[in-house]
């Protein structure tokens, strides 16, 4: 089963990009970030994907938003809006006991303290959710790289926003809450895994990028990882794919 996270950075210009590429790839559940529209902006193939359940938290205005499309296959999903939202940047789909959200998090470029604040109420959460049992995957841009390894040898710059010490070990906080990076984790030493280039210098052909996009899983889940990688060739976004393949579906 595949797990696949997408910030698109705007689906009304991407979504034949998106379209064709869930239908080559055949993820079983897809997360799309910065979708900047609501449904009745695109196109009605981009909006509910044939053969998915599909969700949209997103506004009119071109700003933020997310989707989860579950594949018809599985369980039917029950979507729904966490209390740490804000800006319509969280998505959950409950799946059999499973819980998969899709996270677009603050950048902090604007406003550093709210991303700041929006980590913390998404640790509380996914500390509530583990503790309570439930099997759980956080995936999206979640706008930090954790580690040095996780961004491009130019790109390293400790007072940067995105790889500041204090957002890792916020980043560290929620791996605490009982989750597995399964990126990190089937590809430990792997310095190239980037998912995100800034659109300058050629920076993408050249791989000059930053690892900020995820999927995290809670233990037993994460125990179930085969597979993960970045389609880098994918679309026109300054982001790409990153898919997760599990052994089987979730119960």
Known sequence: MKVA????????????EVSMWAFQEKPEILCLQEIKASPEQVEIDTCSLPGYATHWHGQKGGYSGVSIHVRDELPAPRFYVPAFDMET???VAEIGKAHVACVYAPNGGKDYEA?????????AWAGEMIAAGNPLIITGDLNIAHRDIDLHK???KADAIGQRPEERVLFDRLLATGLV???????????????WWPYWKAARPRNVGWRIDYVLASEGLAKEARAAGVRAEVGTSDHAPFVTEFAQPFA
């Open 181 to 195: 990076d399964t990126g990190r984790a089937l590809h430990p030493d792997n310095d190239k895994m980037f998912t």
């Open 115 to 123: 991303k700041l604040r929006f980590y913390e109420a998404m640790i």
């Open 154 to 156: 130019t790109q390293r």
């Open 5 to 16: 996270t997408f910030n698109v950075n705007g689906i009304r210009a991407r979504g034949k």
């Open 89 to 91: 940047r969280v998505l």
